[in-house]
């Protein structure tokens, strides 16, 4: 049952499934073949309509924890006393910059506030074309900026996919640097090098036409692309490329920022660079919508141009008074700390399975955020596909949450809400291991 009290009518799956088909956005899936009715979240824990507790594993969103106490009161206190735009000053909009920036290489310190993901890789594009004159992008293979036009247009993962128009012309693809299947494997010293050396030739292809490229769009950690961890020295080697010819270098860490990572609080940092421009999304105010751009101050000046760039919702009170509660619960909880802790126990008792199980190809990642690769081949790294769809839904039956994705949609991805603890660790390799036996049994 769902305890909040409304007039809203309590229906059955079946009923609400009914409903969506009638009157909701049709290309829009569900996940698991038998779609579930959430009804209550907290912690790392989702409850479905029977009080089946589920260990959330997917939802980088609800970063601090689903229903965090600190930011839901946070989030209502501000919504009782005044919520309007920005064109009115308001202490929580500064306070919330200054905070955020604080977080950042002190290069990067102008703020914009956006309401999604997306808004804000769209104002960072707008950014980057407007500092460098140019229009032409470098994206990296299977990655996804945002459901825009013209995030679309960036998203290999979109215009390669399903449904997808293909390559737009201003759009130059850079390999995906993937030490596990690659052309350049995790052996090979110079791998991250040797994978940038991809972005030089698209910036030759773009100079070739007579233009110039704007930007070098990258994940810090690739999450479509199937959780993989750039290989050591690529952002380095990628930016010299990208800037030499003249393109800013622009990190999306919708994903994977604010502590994610573990060892750092923003997952460039794992690369020793500082990017030109940062955007932000999905964990910044643990499930309410909002994103962020921070850039140079160099690159804001540039874009101040007479054009205004107002934004009704975006940076409004009850935002930033989240933003800023999400930020406190991260340090008072040890959330980046404890990320690193729990991401390293499931790193290697994961790799201890992959030792027992062939059909684990690869665990790769880092803080709580990892990929298991499965595989029905070692020599050819076959994907197994299938298997790996199995497993999320088996695990689903034992009440644990997960996801698939990459190329071939054969790695088993894990990002749960940083609260997630040893304990939850511990659940959840028993029921993987469970699962593991279970798909051996189904293969015989
Ligand atoms: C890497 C990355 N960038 C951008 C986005 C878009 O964010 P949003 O859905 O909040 O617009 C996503 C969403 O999945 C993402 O994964």
Same mark, same amino acid.
């Given at each position: 049952m769902n305890?909040?009290?409304?007039?809203?009518?309590?229906?059955?799956?079946e009923?609400?499934?009914?409903l969506?088909?009638r009157?909701?956005?049709?290309?829009?899936?569900?996940?698991y073949?038998?779609?579930?009715?959430?009804?209550?979240?907290?912690g790392?824990?989702?409850?479905?309509?029977q009080?089946?507790?589920?260990?959330?594993?997917?939802?980088?969103?609800?970063?601090?924890?689903?229903?965090?106490p600190?930011v839901?009161?946070?989030?209502?206190?501000?919504?009782a006393q005044?919520?309007?735009?920005t064109?009115?000053?308001?202490?929580?909009i500064?306070e919330y910059?200054q905070?955020l920036?604080?977080t950042f290489p002190?290069?990067?310190?102008?703020?914009?506030?956006?309401?999604?993901g997306?808004?804000?890789?769209?104002?960072?594009?707008r950014l980057?074309?407007n500092?460098?004159q140019?229009?032409?992008?470098?994206?990296v293979?299977?990655?996804?900026?945002?459901n825009?036009?013209?995030?679309?247009e960036?998203?290999?993962?979109?215009? =390669?996919g399903k449904? #997808?128009?293909?390559?737009?012309p201003? &759009? +130059?693809v /850079? *390999?995906?640097?993937?030490?596990?299947? !690659?052309?350049?494997r995790?052996? =090979?010293?110079?791998c #991250?090098?040797?994978?940038?050396?991809? &972005? +030089?030739? /698209? *910036?030759?292809?773009?100079?070739?036409? !007579?233009e110039?490229?704007?930007?070098?769009?990258?994940?810090s950690?690739?999450?479509?692309?199937?959780?993989?961890?750039l290989?050591?020295?690529?952002?380095?080697?990628?930016?010299?490329?990208?800037?030499?010819?003249g393109?800013?270098?622009?990190?999306?860490?919708?994903?994977?920022?604010?502590?994610?990572?573990?060892?750092?609080?923003?997952?460039?940092?794992m690369q020793?660079v500082?990017?030109?421009i940062v955007?932000?999304?999905?964990?910044?105010c643990n499930?309410h919508p909002?994103?962020a751009?921070?850039?140079?101050?160099?690159i804001?000046?540039?874009?101040m141009?007479?054009?205004?760039y107002?934004?009704t919702?975006?940076g409004?009170?009850?935002s930033?008074?989240?933003?800023l509660?999400v930020?406190d619960?991260?340090?008072?909880?040890?959330?980046?700390?404890?990320?690193?802790?729990v991401?390293?126990?499931?790193?290697?008792?994961?790799?201890l399975l992959?030792?027992r199980?062939p059909?684990?190809g690869?665990?790769?990642?880092?803080?709580?955020?990892?990929?298991?690769e499965?595989i029905?081949?070692?020599?050819?790294?076959?994907?197994?596909?299938k298997e790996?769809?199995a497993?999320?839904?088996?695990?689903?039956?034992l009440?644990?949450?997960?996801s698939?994705?990459g190329?071939?949609?054969?790695?088993?991805?894990?990002?749960?809400?940083l609260?997630?603890?040893?304990?939850?660790?511990?659940?959840?390799?028993?029921?993987?291991?469970?699962t593991?036996?279970?798909?051996?049994?189904s293969?015989?």
């Amino acid at each position: 049952m769902n305890s909040i009290d409304s007039n809203i009518p309590q229906r059955s799956s079946e009923e609400i499934i009914a409903l969506r088909q009638r009157h909701l956005n049709p290309s829009l899936s569900t996940s698991y073949r038998s779609p579930i009715k959430m009804v209550r979240g907290a912690g790392a824990h989702l409850y479905d309509e029977q009080g089946k507790a589920y260990l959330d594993m997917v939802n980088n969103v609800c970063h601090v924890g689903h229903c965090h106490p600190s930011v839901v009161s946070a989030g209502q206190a501000q919504m009782a006393q005044l919520n309007t735009n920005t064109r009115y000053l308001h202490d929580n909009i500064v306070e919330y910059a200054q905070r955020l920036s604080a977080t950042f290489p002190s290069e990067l310190s102008v703020i914009f506030l956006t309401n999604s993901g997306t808004e804000a890789n769209d104002l960072a594009l707008r950014l980057a074309r407007n500092y460098t004159q140019a229009q032409n992008i470098i994206v990296v293979d299977h990655a996804y900026h945002g459901n825009s036009p013209s995030m679309i247009e960036l998203s290999p993962y979109k215009f =390669d996919g399903k449904g #997808g128009q293909g390559k737009p012309p201003h &759009v +130059q693809v /850079a *390999t995906i640097p993937n030490p596990y299947r !690659g052309a350049y494997r995790h052996d =090979d010293p110079d791998c #991250g090098e040797l994978y940038a050396q991809d &972005v +030089q030739r /698209a *910036t030759l292809a773009i100079q070739e036409k !007579g233009e110039k490229p704007a930007a070098f769009f990258c994940e810090s950690i690739l999450g479509c692309g199937g959780q993989v961890v750039l290989p050591p020295g690529y952002l380095k080697a990628a930016y010299a490329h990208a800037r030499a010819a003249g393109a800013v270098c622009i990190s999306d860490e919708v994903q994977v920022g604010f502590g994610r990572a573990g060892t750092h609080f923003w997952a460039f940092q794992m690369q020793q660079v500082i990017p030109d421009i940062v955007t932000m999304g999905k964990p910044i105010c643990n499930g309410h919508p909002m994103g962020a751009v921070v850039t140079r101050p160099e690159i804001a000046q540039a874009f101040m141009n007479g054009m205004e760039y107002f934004n009704t919702f975006a940076g409004n009170p009850v935002s930033c008074a989240m933003g800023l509660a999400v930020l406190d619960v991260i340090e008072k909880e040890g959330l980046q700390a404890n990320a690193r802790l729990v991401g390293d126990y499931l790193l290697k008792h994961l790799r201890l399975l992959q030792q027992r199980f062939p059909i684990i190809g690869e665990v790769r990642g880092t803080g709580l955020f990892i990929g298991i690769e499965f595989i029905s081949d070692q020599v050819t790294l076959q994907p197994a596909t299938k298997e790996a769809k199995a497993a999320i839904e088996y695990m689903k039956e034992l009440g644990v949450l997960l996801s698939t994705d990459g190329p071939y949609d054969n790695v088993i991805k894990i990002k749960p809400p940083l609260v997630f603890t040893l304990e939850n660790a511990k659940e959840f390799l028993s029921h993987f291991e469970a699962t593991l036996h279970y798909l051996l049994q189904s293969q015989s």
